[in-house]
């Protein structure tokens, strides 16, 4: 199936493997020339939590899977310090393809790629975003935040609650961030048990 062009509308796919289908082969943008796997996302279609993070690196672009490396390893950590299995949620990215390098995304490659996380969320109609680090968070929040300005409080995504932290492979690169992270996804834990879990 050929790449769907920017203006296609999105809203004809109705589930995520048809989404998957129509935009595996995109080349929107520079990285559909550079990647090995187009990394979809991955996890529960019905999630009431959606993680969404920045890029796919090495070893998602090898394994055309989301957090699959060592910050991958540390996320799975994570949550299960709060309760939750990777089959419980959802977790995507920004953008499907890697950045040569895992440069932070350009611009026009966020914008190319970003369709396809909103019809994402929409398909799955998430209770609560986990975004991970500052480019997801301030592409999802439509702001140039620093992560202190956003960390600690809630969000709004489309009328869906959003909590942010640092991304995991920040954490392996700042270990004295992770009791942020903790403070950060106990309070998803606690937004969540108060507001959805019954849902």
């Not at 935009?23 to 939590?49: I, Q």
């Not at 954490?171 to 606690?190: G, I, S, T």
Request: aromatic content about 8%; overall charge positive.
């Amino acid at each position: 199936m050929s790449s769907p062009s920017p203006h296609e509308d999105l809203q004809r796919y109705k589930t995520l493997s048809e989404l998957y289908e129509a935009t595996k082969t995109c080349k929107k943008c520079r990285l559909g020339e550079t990647r090995k796997n187009y990394v979809f996302g991955d996890g529960n279609e019905r999630a009431k939590v959606v993680l969404v993070g920045e890029a796919p690196g090495a070893d998602e672009d090898e394994q055309g899977l989301p957090f699959v490396g060592r910050s991958g390893q540390l996320l799975t950590n994570i949550l299960a310090a709060i309760k939750f299995e990777r089959k419980d949620v959802y977790i995507c990215n920004i953008i499907k393809s890697r950045p040569p390098n895992n440069r932070n995304p350009e611009p026009d490659e966020i914008a190319a790629c970003l369709p396809y996380l909103y019809r994402q969320l929409e398909i799955i109609r998430p209770k609560l975003i986990l975004a991970l680090g500052k480019v997801a968070a301030n592409t999802l929040l439509e702001n140039n935040q620093s992560m202190q300005a956003m960390r600690g409080k809630v969000h709004k995504w489309r009328n869906v609650d959003v909590v942010v932290t640092y991304h995991p492979a920040a954490l392996l690169r700042n270990p004295n961030w992770k009791r942020f992270c903790w403070e950060d996804v106990q309070m998803l834990r606690r937004i969540y048990d108060e507001k959805y879990a019954t849902d």
